[in-house]
């Protein structure tokens, strides 16, 4: 048999597996619950919660994106283990906070937040569209590293169209029908798969290519000092875009609807355990930033199509491997994409249908609202689908792009967290404001100002317009205002 067949019988094998688990996580629960769908009944515990944030997090761009930056950019990949290891610690006391207000005014997502929090119906609104657009842009790099995925390891037997169709179908059936309990148990099973198969893949390629981790970096030293320099000439990037790179990656981080939403899924206890122990699984990025190191002064870029192809291209064609770790690799990249495909999948579901819907319809019962749900997790896929098979941009690239935008939720949940003076107009300005800076600078400018992150931009005007309409304008309601600043305190 040949190794493309045996990789795409495993891999086959594995979305098999994965929609099992997903499917079998929801019986036994009440399928027509709207707490059960959105937050899984309030009752995740640690290991299911830590999998479930890390599972959301470490996706294609960490099996195809790291090694990708690694290959083509050098030391600027480190910023991955940097924003990893510390934009979490806010939850710790954020997270707790948030889960009270949700379970007091019976919230579930980020537009329902903010609308009691703030009032009126066009800031969730925006809250919803905002959410849907980002989100559709982060699953779009999990669709392309399916896509990738299953076209290089079956040696392009199988299309990007249908490799994306393949693996993300998997995805939309099981959150259609289990909802956030089966996204969670999901990333069980796929954490701990691509967790193995990162380490032991990642260090047999490294130690095939140059006999050791070691050896490896004092060859590259050697050959090329300035792939670990940041800011110096020869670098790949600045020390202003690389430092406002993690700063978009850090505030933004929270903001996801699919990680805010968390918090209203756990108790206070075991959002403190999560983020204490949910660095630990930034360790498995480490093994993927080795190899993209290693395919430096080896692999020549013109002979791959993007820098993201780099770990299947050295596995089909440099190494020459069998073809059980064509499958292997693949199972993993696949697990990676999959466990934030999940989680973006729902989320982007509520926050549209909360968001967007209800507010222009407000009527609908608890019955409709699921259905709303189920059926949008349908529509987020075949939109977030349509930009990966027609969109052009890198994995990276295009999450750095999706971060841009979420980011400019920060102002409005720390303010209503924090402050009592931050009013509903001002929020509405600054999201408006910090969004379409953030647009103009990805879309349509060549460059940005001193090479400042475009969100980063758009979050400095976002917090300026805040502060300065909060002071000419009047709270709608100053008793949420205080309850919100006054839970958990």
């Keep these: 048999m040949a190794d493309w067949q045996i990789a795409m019988i495993m891999m086959i094998g594995y979305l098999v597996i994965a929609l099992v688990v997903g499917v079998m996580a929801g019986r036994g629960h009440d399928k027509h619950s709207l707490d059960e769908f959105t937050v899984a009944g309030g009752g995740l515990g640690l290991v299911v919660m830590w999998f479930l944030m890390g599972g959301a ?96 390891m079956t040696e392009g037997r199988i299309p990007l169209w249908l490799g994306a169709l393949l693996a993300y179908g998997i995805v939309v059936v099981y959150v259609a029908t289990g909802g956030l309990r089966a996204a969670a148990w999901s990333d069980v ?124 291209y050295l596995i089909t064609t440099v190494l020459s491997l069998p073809g059980w770790v064509y499958g292997l690799v693949g199972a993993g990249a696949l697990a990676a994409a999959m466990s934030t495909a999940d989680a973006i999948t729902h989320s982007a579901s509520l926050e549209f249908t909360d968001g967007v819907i209800k507010n222009v319809k407000p009527d609908l019962s608890d019955k409709t609202t699921l259905l709303l749900m189920r059926i949008g997790v349908f529509v987020v896929g075949g939109l977030a689908y349509f930009i990966t098979v027609f969109g052009g941009q890198g994995l990276i690239a295009l999450l750095l792009g999706a971060y841009g935008s979420i980011v400019q939720f920060a102002p409005g949940v720390y303010g209503a967290l924090y402050s009592k003076r931050v009013t509903g107009p001002a929020v509405i300005t600054g999201l408006i404001v910090g969004t379409f800076v953030n647009y103009y600078y990805q879309l349509v400018a060549e460059t940005t100002p001193f090479e400042i992150h475009a969100g980063i931009l758009g979050l400095i005007c976002n917090i300026v317009i805040v502060i300065v309409v909060s002071a000419f304008t009047q709270q709608k309601s100053i008793r949420i205002a205080e309850e919100y600043r006054n839970i958990g305190s």
Excluded: C
Excluded at 102 to 130: A, D, E, Q
């Design 189 to 312: 099973f796929q954490g701990i798969l691509m967790i193995v198969i990162s380490w032991v893949v990642g260090l047999a390629i490294v130690n095939k290519l140059h006999d050791s981790v070691g050896g490896m970096f004092t060859n590259l030293v050697q050959d090329n000092p300035a792939l670990f320099e940041i800011g110096n000439e020869g670098s790949a990037m600045s020390g202003t875009a690389y430092t406002t790179t993690i700063l978009v990656s850090l505030i933004g981080f929270l903001m996801w609807p699919h990680l805010f939403s968390k918090s209203y899924a756990s108790n206070a206890r075991t959002i403190k355990k999560t983020v204490l122990v949910y660095p630990i699984f930034a360790l498995f990025l480490i093994p993927l930033l080795f190899v993209g190191f290693s395919a430096v002064n080896i692999v020549n870029p013109a002979d791959i199509g993007a820098p993201d192809e780099i770990l299947p």
């Design 57 to 152: 997090v470490f996706s294609a761009f960490s099996f195809l994106g790291a090694p990708g930056w690694a290959y083509s950019k050098g030391a600027p990949a480190l910023y991955i283990l940097t924003y990893t290891a510390f934009a979490i610690l806010p939850w710790y006391i954020i997270g707790p906070k948030i889960g009270k207000i949700g379970r007091k005014f019976n919230i579930y997502t980020v537009s329902g937040f903010m609308k009691k929090r703030y009032g009126g119906k066009t800031l969730p609104i925006l809250i919803g569209i905002i959410a849907l657009l980002a989100s559709i842009q982060y699953l779009a790099t999990q669709m392309k590293g399916m896509a990738y995925i299953f076209n290089i």
